[in-house]
């Protein structure tokens, strides 16, 4: 069975630090390419980052870029995303998915003094 | 940046009956690979989002034939023939095409 399993998640201050991790089984990871994508509490999805299967390539949105950094590790079918100086506007859940067809449960992060 | 435009953005319907979702995209989602990646997804409530519909007209794995979708270029229909109660939730349109994906408003079904 194709699974995603975030973890990583919880409170943090503002411009503190969270790394995020989803462990892949089911599929062969490293031949795909992975995104994490989020949800703001009662709001719609927001792309937020994509890597390619080999890790080589790496894509961000303009509201993370600079701070968010997706990563993989293919010899754990591991997908990471460290996540620094923190806002009140990342609170979000983060989901990582297979393309658009397998999501994880998702992540809860809040951003809060 | 590709915006997705849905409408209606809330559809109250009853059991049995059809729905349609519509996604207007700002440009056409056509990609140099000849593909049009335009995919439809399902979240349900406190669930994570599910794809019923990817490049246009193409089931998902488990998805029941009732779902259907179709289009062509920047118009785009997500179509239900017969509402079930499991089908209670939010509907979004998303586009594969070019970086950065994007994702419609969404679109909440809701049983009349």
């Known amino acids: 069975e194709v699974q995603l399993l975030e973890s990583g998640g919880g409170l943090v201050q503002p411009g503190g630090s969270l790394r995020l991790s989803c462990a892949a089984s089911?599929?062969?990871?490293?031949?795909?390419?992975m995104n994490w994508v989020r949800q703001a509490p009662g709001k719609g999805l927001e792309w937020v980052s994509t890597?390619?299967?080999?890790?080589?390539?790496?894509y961000y949105a303009d509201s993370v870029k600079g701070r968010f950094t997706i990563s993989r590790d293919n010899s754990k079918d591991t997908l990471y995303l460290q996540m620094n100086s923190l806002r009140a506007e990342d609170t979000a859940v983060y989901y990582c998915?297979?393309?658009?067809?397998?999501w994880g449960q998702g992540t809860l992060v809040i951003v809060s003094s | 940046d590709i915006v997705m435009t849905q409408t209606p953005l809330s559809s109250p319907v009853t059991l049995g009956q059809p729905a349609s979702i519509s996604c207007r995209s700002s440009?056409?989602?056509?990609?140099?690979?000849?593909?049009?990646?335009l995919n439809w997804l399902q979240q349900r409530p406190g669930q994570p989002p599910r794809l019923l519909i990817y490049?246009?007209?193409n089931r998902f794995s488990g998805v029941p034939d009732r779902f259907s979708g179709s289009g062509a270029g920047t118009d785009f229909t997500l179509k239900i023939s017969r509402v079930e109660a499991e089908d209670v939730g939010v509907y979004y349109c998303?586009?594969?095409?070019?970086?950065?994906?994007?994702f419609g408003q969404g679109t909440k079904l809701e049983i009349k």
């Open positions: 490049k246009i007209s």
């Open positions: 440009q056409s989602l056509v990609h140099s690979d000849g593909n049009t990646y």
């Open positions: 089911g599929f062969t990871f490293s031949s795909y390419a």
């Open positions: 998303t586009q594969a095409t070019q970086l950065p994906y994007t």
């Open positions: 890597i390619s299967g080999s890790g080589g390539s790496a």
């Open positions: 998915a297979e393309g658009v067809g397998v």
